[in-house]
Nanobody, 132 residues
Framework: QVQLVESGGGLVQPGGSLRLSCVTS????????MAWIRQAPGKEREFVAA??????????YYASAVNYRFTISRDDTKNTVYLQMDYLTVEDTAVYYC???????????????????????WGKGTLVTVSS
């Protein structure tokens, strides 16, 4: 059974930092795209960041709202993807979900664009609250 388990959420003041982790099990995702999606209260889920596999040079993709503040990384030896979040604002308050886009081995990484609807597996989420 595939599982994605997020951790690291919590309460942080504006301007602070948090590091989210997502550990996967039940399937090897080293050749797939790992992503973070978030859902703020009363809003739809939105793409945050994704990272290609090493076959795609582990390229990072970011939503404009988080670019230069968030950094996604992966450690396939630990089946873990991370999201380092810096300079947090109240607008970053949301439930953060780990997700996986199972991709074809022949994916053209020059044309690949991660989208929320493309994700095949999801975690249950971890709550991040940014408040003073």
């Amino acid at each position: 059974q595939v599982q994605l388990v997020e951790s690291g959420g919590g309460l942080v003041q504006p301007g602070g930092s948090l590091r989210l982790s997502c550990v996967t099990s039940g399937r090897d995702f080293e050749n797939d795209v790992m992503a973070w999606i978030r859902q703020a209260p009363g809003k739809e889920r939105e793409f945050v960041a994704a990272i290609a596999p090493t076959s795609g040079r582990a390229v990072g993709y970011y939503a404009s709202a988080v670019n230069y503040r968030f950094t996604i990384s992966r450690d396939d030896t630990k089946n873990t993807v991370y999201l380092q979040m810096d300079y947090l604002t109240v607008e970053d308050t949301a439930v953060y979900y780990c997700a996986v886009d199972v991709v074809d081995r022949n994916t053209d990484w020059g044309r690949y664009t991660p989208t929320t609807n493309a994700m095949d597996y999801w975690g249950k989420g971890t709550l991040v609250t940014v408040s003073s």
